[in-house]
């Protein structure tokens, strides 16, 4: 049995060395390589995003098609935010990313071994039929009853028109474009007819946040549909003036009332971040205004961090505050929700200064595995119902180019957080390793006086163990193998020396 034993020892210090080098040190060097892409301060797609979307392709094809055909949105209740909007919402995410990608790859073959939308050919077809799907309206139907595509409605039709619209533009497919143009055409006419160009996303809720990319959605939906809704567009721009802006900071607010047309909440970072990927499109001089307001009230940059607050600078949030599943979790004021979508707009409005360091940030953040893996926001994400959400929408603000004319021609300085976490990651994985050396060479030079209790029992367990974490590496995910893997380490257990042995004749008391 200590033969089985020492066998344990040794397969796990291969195991340790392993995922030292693989969830520390090979990150950490593929990260310093990241942080010298000039994709981070320029208008190129960072190369890092190319790698993370082959490696997510094949895995988010496999969970939408099953996701669709399990009907698994058919059983989830409107209380269950991230569960009913986060599938749709992270597919959208996806097929806009590989729509960039797509574009960038046009324009320079060398980027990628081959054409995205050749190699994601099944996860664009499985994305787009999971936003397509009528059970993955089932929340918004309970909301809004059978009529849930002809009124209101907004942040579900938003999603169905971008989505499909960048799927007939990836593929050339019209097999959606009916659905796409009635669309298109009903909720133009819905917003350009409402009292202030405003509609609900549910009942009594109204989120410009979701207007605005609405509009652009329709807009970009006329490259494919030979419509022209530019008129449209330009008017539409009354639902973010006047009394729909917050009176504080003269920014568009986070919640309206789109019967009075008046603010119900303050700006939040959340919102103006995400709406800045998309105002450029539509109203260029309005979308600068905007960010140089959201730059003087919102911008916080110190030594370790730097990034867009969730609240105005005038609003003391504390230290940690998790407000919403939209906003995430809010550090020292820095919003989760308004840097990740901040990397968007500030590539897009070509502040490469802010995109540099936010971009920076976004990645280390995330944490790439080796496999193309994004830890980060794979954590982040609803492992259940939408476990490629946060993957997805880093992809996204990423990809996203340079609309505004570059205003900042440096690209600044990298928070120390960014140096900060890749020298940790370097020293404790030297560490690790180091360690597992010594445990080792312990085992090996003492291993005949040690005493391990229940070895057949900790043996078989640890056979089981490793069976296991095999299983949920090639079926289930790297996440849970690595989880398995790392309960193995703990065997043996309660491994003590021996005492040793007394000299009988040596012990016996003289006469």
Known sequence: MKRQMTLCVNVNSVVLIFLSLYVLLVPAGMLIHDMLDPGLYSDEIPRCAFRWHRAL????????RQRVQSGAATKLTTQNISGTEWPVFGSVFYLWAT??????????PTLAPSSPRSYAHGAIEAAAALVADPNHANWVKDHWGGAYLEKKNLFYRM???SGLTSYQRLTGDIRYEDLLRSQVESLARE?????????DDYPGQCYPVDILPAIAAIRRADSVLGTDHAAFAARA?????????DEDTGLPAYMVDSRTGRARDSARGVGLSFMLIWAPELWPETARDWYAKYEQQFWQQGRWLAGFREYAKDVDMGWFVFNDVDAGPVLYGYGAGACAFGVGAARVMGRFDHAYALGAEAIVGSWPLPDGTLLGPRFLSNLSDAPYLGEAAVLFAVTRRSVAQPEVADRGTLPWSVHAVILLAIGLGVGAVLAVVHKTRRWHKHKTTLSVPAPAVQVSLWWALMIAAVLAWTIVSTSIAMIILLTAQFIPLLAKMQPRAVDAKAAKPHS
């Open 159 to 161: 999603l169905l028109i």
């Open 191 to 199: 917003l350009d007819e409402s009292p202030y160009g405003l509609l």
């Open 57 to 64: 392709s094949p895995k988010y094809e496999k969970w939408a």
């Open 237 to 245: 721009i009354r639902g973010f003036e006047a009394t729909r802006l």
């Open 99 to 108: 729509e960039a990608l797509q574009q960038a790859f046009y324009e320079d």
